[in-house]
T-cell receptor, first 113, second 112 residues
């Protein structure tokens, strides 16, 4: 069964901490995405990547960075976590031309105190 | 600014009571419209892709349709297992390949 796996389902961090969210996919997909999901706002794109070491900003990249050193792995980094980054973070992958057909992980719920 | 609006926000149905969900978008050119289902505590699961007005897709009790300004997701004779949040996403012509605009979703509860 094909999968997108996010390393942590629940995290609690303190303001100012550095946070790493890891995502691994086993479908050999070129494209990978990080979204955040907040009630009433839907999913908003943070960053996406179409190849190893390649990345592009989404709609809300401020306060985040990403790393893609291997095709199957895409990491989201919060350099200095803030309370307004408390959210559900969703990783997804897709085939090269599959902009709309995304395969999502189960999400990482981050609480920043 | 292009927006995707879903209505209603929540829908409560009796088992067998058919209904429709709406996804409307500002008209600025569409590459594609996508429907997802999201269960509590899970990531969204892809359902359908629609590319042009008049197109229809079906899967079990779900049928998605597309016009020039909106899409409908029809749920026919729903069962409790159809309870979920249904998300609509649009890839606008003006956006690069990776950018989808998601609606806030419609939460559907089907009671026995």
């Amino acid at each position: 069964d094909v999968k997108v796996t996010q390393s942590s389902r629940y995290l609690v961090k303190r303001t100012g901490e550095k946070v790493f969210l890891e995502c691994v996919q086993d479908m050999d997909h070129e494209n990978m995405f990080w979204y955040r999901q907040d009630p009433g706002l839907g999913l908003r794109l943070i960053y996406f990547s179409y190849d190893v070491k390649m990345k592009e900003k989404g709609d809300i990249p401020e306060g985040y960075s990403v790393s893609r050193e291997k095709k199957e792995r895409f990491s989201l980094i919060l350099e200095s976590a803030s309370t307004n980054q408390t959210s559900m973070y969703l990783c997804a992958s897709s085939k090269p031309q599959g902009t709309g057909e995304l395969f999502f992980g189960e999400g990482s719920r981050l609480t920043v105190l | 600014e292009d927006q995707v609006t879903q209505s209603p926000e929540a829908l409560r149905l009796q088992e067998g009571e058919s209904s429709s969900l709406n996804c409307s978008y500002t008209v600025s050119g569409l590459r594609g419209l996508f429907w997802y289902r999201q269960d509590p505590g899970k990531g969204p699961e892809f359902l359908f892709t629609l590319y042009s007005a008049g197109e229809e897709k079906e899967k079990e009790r779900l049928k998605a349709t597309l016009t020039k300004k909106e899409s409908f997701l029809h749920i026919t004779a729903p069962k409790p297992e159809d309870s979920a949040t249904y998300l609509c996403a649009v890839h606008f012509l003006k956006d690069s390949w990776g950018k989808l605009q998601f609606g806030a979703g419609t939460q559907v509860v089907v009671t026995p």
